[in-house]
Nanobody, 114 residues
Framework: VQLQASGGGLVQPGGSLRLSCVAS????????MGWYRQAPGNPRELVAG???????NYAGSVKGRFTISRDNAKNTLHLQMNSLKPEDTAIYYCHADKFGTPYWGQGTQVTVSS
């Protein structure tokens, strides 16, 4: 399974970004997908997750601002990020779970700064 993330960049506080992740390869059996992030000096943390049937969960710090979605027909995962804050600055990683085996994308940098 290969995961290719895109959509990061520099945005001002209060702005929006949309991250995308395309899964390819032997994707049969992928269940939960999600986004994690890691800021310098911090451990990697879950931002949002979504199951194959659309059940979602969010970190408390992003609930109400971020929306995770998934297009199973296109093997694509999205993260709509609104009302961005400087503390959202991090490298964002796409993640997929296939029969208990984790797969990671390469990461995309999100910087929120004025």
């Amino acid at each position: 399974v290969q995961l290719q993330a895109s959509g990061g960049g520099l945005v001002q506080p209060g702005g929006s970004l949309r991250l995308s992740c395309v899964a390819s390869g032997n994707i049969f059996g992928i269940n939960t997908m999600g986004w994690y992030r890691q800021a310098p000096g911090n451990p990697r943390e879950l931002v949002a997750g979504i199951t194959s049937v659309g059940l979602t969960n969010y970190a408390g710090s992003v609930k109400g601002r971020f929306t995770i979605s998934r297009d199973n027909a296109k093997n694509t995962l999205h993260l709509q990020m609104n009302s961005l804050k400087p503390e959202d600055t991090a490298i964002y990683y796409c993640h997929a779970d296939k029969f208990g085996t984790p797969y990671w994308g390469q990461g995309t940098q999100v910087t929120v700064s004025s």
